[in-house]
């Protein structure tokens, strides 16, 4: 059997150790057009404050020749061919394979700003890009950015450039920070946070131009107001990378739809990952959720059916965690804001002073999202009550609780592992 999978992230080491729990002598073939090998994805940004880059490093080139798997890297995959079961890259070679997996990730969403073709400006969602705005930053002494875009990447470039005495304006069009993944109150509170670092924001506002000559040396917004900066770094957000599907003829709706076996609508050709419209827990409903984790367990999954092991993917909860804030940690899962009055609403803001801040969203006494600010220690049981569906009806007040534990729980539950039901990926996951 040959196996070949296009990408080299989360969603590929996955599929390797699903592949090789079932077939251990099977052919392998790892396409990517990347050349800095299997990194974390999730800690680009920590490039900035001086990381060593081998703390980056996700999967290193041990793990490869320990599961035989042959890495390609730096070559592209440009078309796929169903037919003659062959993927044609860009050297002009062509790989056949038995079974394909699709994990090509997703890309930045680079919104047609005048003037976005200038020197000086970066997306920060691949390792060499990365690189290159650390190097321009050192070599032409930058000291004003600008950062279009108050998400997750956004924010992490903004602190870290901060940290490193850079003066920073975050551009969002919306009216908060982390619009979509957190409420309004941890959205004050994170929006607080950075402003006493002193990061600059500019909300209900975009950029409408870059200006300068052949570099960056401002930029204009739609208000009218020009911001002064020698770099522009934009983090708006990503959109799955369908393309190489879409020449197969494969089904693309806002990603790659897949079945629960993580097979695509066409035979023998699987997807996971960024690139992959995934299935969110909390509602049931399919939507892109770009995050490391859900790639990984969507990878274990196609890869156990890609070697002949039946294996259904249950869905992914979407968890974020604003992990470069070490000083009030914060992390949310499912539904932070209620869609409509069907849902029940509980908050803990008693010890915001501290630092702490507790919000759980219910619904039918089900778990279906959490906030949790300042105290994330025991958060996982959280997500386990999510993940299991419990009925909570009988200890909902104590969820948003500082101090809330396996204790909490009804005497046959503490008793019980809580895991995800047992046809779940979670019985094959690996030690990572």
């Not at 969403?109 to 060499?128: A, D, Q, R």
């Not at 969002?172 to 924001?201: C, H, P, Q, T, Y």
């Not at 522009?232 to 693309?252: C, D, F, H, S, Y």
């Not at 419209?277 to 969507?298: R, S, V, Y």
Request: aromatic fraction near 8%; glycine fraction near 8%; include cysteine.
């Amino acid at each position: 059997m040959k196996y070949v999978i296009v990408g080299n992230s989360a969603a590929a080491v996955g599929s390797i150790n699903g592949i090789r729990k079932v077939d251990k002598e099977g052919e392998i073939t790892v396409i990517t057009y990347e050349k800095e090998g299997c990194y974390s994805k999730p800690m680009i940004a920590d490039i900035l404050v001086d990381l060593p880059e081998e703390k980056l490093i996700y999967k290193d080139k041990k793990f490869f020749e320990q599961k035989n798997v042959r890495v390609l890297l730096g070559t592209k995959a440009i078309k796929i061919d169903p037919e003659k079961k062959e993927v044609v890259l860009d050297t002009g070679i062509a790989e056949n394979y038995d079974k394909l997996l699709i994990s090509t990730g997703a890309k930045p969403f680079v919104p047609p700003i005048k003037g976005n073709e200038k020197e000086g400006v970066f997306t920060f969602t691949e390792l060499s890009k990365a690189k290159a705005a650390k190097e321009y930053i050192t070599k032409n002494g930058i000291k004003d950015v600008v950062v279009i875009g108050s998400g997750f990447i956004g924010l992490e470039v903004a602190y870290f450039l901060r940290k490193k005495g850079i003066n920073v304006y975050v551009v969002e069009l919306l009216n908060k920070v982390l619009g979509k993944a957190l409420d309004n109150r941890g959205s004050e509170i994170v929006e607080k946070i950075m402003r006493d670092i002193g990061i600059n924001f500019f909300f209900e506002d975009t950029v409408e131009e870059i200006l300068g000559n052949e570099k960056v040396e401002s930029v204009k917004l739609k208000s009218g107001k020009i911001i002064n900066a020698e770099m522009v770094i934009v983090a708006i957000g990503v959109r799955p990378n369908t393309e190489l599907a879409q020449t197969a003829g494969i089904k693309v709706n806002r990603g790659i739809d897949t079945n629960l076996f993580m097979e695509t609508s066409i035979p023998d050709i699987y997807a996971a990952g960024d690139c992959v419209e995934n299935i969110d827990i909390t509602d049931g409903t399919k939507k892109n959720l770009p995050l490391f984790p859900l790639a990984f367990e969507q990878g274990l999954v196609a890869g156990l059916n890609m070697a002949g092991k039946k294996m259904k993917y249950l869905g992914g909860l979407p968890l974020n965690s604003l992990k470069f804030l070490e000083e009030v940690p914060i992390l949310n899962a499912g539904i932070v804001e209620p869609p409509d009055s069907t849902y029940e609403v509980l908050v803990n803001d008693r010890f915001e002073k501290r630092g702490y801040y507790r919000k759980a969203i219910i619904k039918d006494n089900r778990l279906v999202g959490f906030v949790a600010i300042g105290e994330i220690d025991r958060v996982g049981i959280l997500t386990g009550i999510i993940r299991q569906k419990l009925d909570v009806s009988t200890f909902k007040e104590k969820l948003v609780d500082i101090d809330f534990g396996l204790v909490h729980l009804p005497k046959s539950w503490r008793e019980a592992r809580i895991q995800q039901d047992k046809t779940g990926y979670n019985d094959w996951r690996p030690e990572e």
